[in-house]
């Protein structure tokens, strides 16, 4: 497994941005296709966005499409998404999590991942 601890959330007005990092430990980083959760109290976690493994391929889920980007960097164990244009609704606990030998096929089926971060808070209100 890879343990996984997100940062960079907190509070931002509406149309603002903040950028979440997941920083992995252990040696199996490059192998695991990334994704970030979101969750609300009462709510299924949701699937917001993939990178695979193999090819950086990308996969994000509609409501954050054009606003948020996701991306790796294996050299440092990182993977980051960017949030642009945030939205009330946009509030949520964000989690990363990695499935090893992924290529995002399945990127929205949480048992797909074998590692999940802690969670990180982001709260967009005026």
């Known amino acids: 497994q890879v343990q996984l601890v997100e940062s960079g959330g907190g509070l931002v007005q509406p149309g603002g941005s903040l950028r979440l990092s997941c920083a992995a430990s252990?040696?199996?980083?490059?192998?695991?296709?990334m994704g970030w959760y979101r969750q609300v109290p009462g709510k299924e976690r949701e699937g917001v966005s993939c990178i695979s493994s193999t090819d950086g391929n990308t996969r994000y889920a509609d409501s954050v499409k054009g606003r948020f980007t996701i991306s790796r960097d294996n050299a440092k164990n990182t993977a980051t998404l960017q949030m642009n244009d945030l939205a009330p609704e946009d509030t949520a606990v964000y989690y990363c999590?990695?499935?090893?030998?992924?290529?995002?096929?399945?990127?929205?089926?949480?048992?797909?991942?074998?590692?999940w971060g802690q969670g990180t808070q982001v709260t967009v209100s005026s």
């Open positions: 999590a990695a499935d090893l030998w992924g290529d995002c096929s399945k990127w929205q089926q949480e048992p797909e991942y074998e590692s």
């Open positions: 252990g040696n199996i980083f490059s192998m695991s296709s």
